[in-house]
């Protein structure tokens, strides 16, 4: 019987090598009795513990594709990775040839164990301008979405999909601005955005029933900025198996997670959260500082996945901006500017209390985000990574948590 068995497993293997198949890997979500929502790859619990990735060259800015980069910059940075002990990264988006992103998920998973995350911006930056409410512009993106998921659905390191970013904020003309006839009937300004909130939000559903015709393997998440309109969004966009959340409030989450739970019960993934490196007021760089309020946040996305033992924990990981400086970001359409790493800050926000007290309180610099910096010098025809202060003190933090998973039965905390 053994001779047997050893015979039937060589000839499936054979066969799937012949055949370039892959084994299936199994996603699924389950909830509690007690509420809380736990990740399972593989029959195994999988806390995400992820970095948001675009490793833009000094010199580059938003027209770079990383896929098509023949010095494969993610083959160094997955080391490092893998030395932090990072599982998961999330991309805002696919390249145009699809082959190349393949080429990139399978080096992620097989080298060093680390799954993809793929967005998709949903047209926000389009040109024409994104307009939800025109059904042409709808069969547009359907069609590029759904053209990506058939060509990565089977990549044996792909973990999820993402639906849109902070596309929220088109409501209220924050960013971008679209109406229809339907839209101006309404006459008073808040049920103008609230009816465009139910229009997009329809149309994410629509898509994710499609998306999981197609793939009924990957979890779909809604992205979304804050916890605005989900009211709205729990009553039109119930396909979603996920809310992936971006935010920045600080050290701190605040009430997001019991706020969701009682909005619109589903998993929690935060898409993006983070604290930049440089200090505004003292105009100097601080990475203890960053290195502090990233330690915070991790701990409050881990103290609410059940796997900390909190039962009723709703948080399956979450994925921090970002991996390395990005030094484009402020003046992103002067490229003479991309090679200077720039001090201005770009926005506001006064939970980053270290440094809100800034002329114009604009403390936010979206070039320092990274957790590790870029020096010009170049190392394999790439800008050398240097760590900052958090690349260590996450490391120990995520450490600490594979020894947690050791001490308790039938849990794995990394997935791998």
Known sequence: MRKILVTITISILSFLLITNCRPATQINIEQLKSGGYTLYVNDKPFFVKGVIYNPTPIGSGYDYDFYSDPNKPWMDDGKLMKELGINCI???????DLEKVKEFIADMYQNFGI????????????????????????????????????????????LMWILGNENNYTFSGEIGFWTSPEIEKETEPFKKINKKAEIYYSFVNRLTAKIKKIDKTHPVALGNGEANFLNIASGVCKNIDVLAIIIYRGKTFGNLFDNIRRTFDKPIFLSEFGCDSYDAYKEEENQAVQAEFLLSQWREVYNNCPLSGNQKGNCIGGVTFEW?????????GYRRDWSIHNTEGGWSQGAY???NRV???????????????????????INKRIPKESFSILKDFFAALGKKKGQQKNTQ????
């Open 353 to 355: 209390f270290f440094d």
């Open 115 to 158: 799954y993809t995350i793929m967005s998709d911006w949903l047209g926000l930056w389009s040109y024409p301008a994104a307009n939800y409410a025109d059904a042409e512009f709808q069969k547009k993106i359907e069609e590029e979405v759904l053209k990506i998921v058939h060509a990565l659905k089977d990549e044996e390191g792909l």
């Open 324 to 332: 390395n400086d990005e030094w484009w970001k402020h003046n992103q």
């Open 90 to 96: 999330r991309v805002y988006s696919a390249g145009k």
């Open 359 to 381: 002329k114009n309180n604009l403390n936010m610099n979206e070039e320092w985000f990274g957790i590790v910096s870029l020096n010009e010098d170049l190392e394999n025809n």
């Open 413 to 416: 905390l990394t997935g791998k």
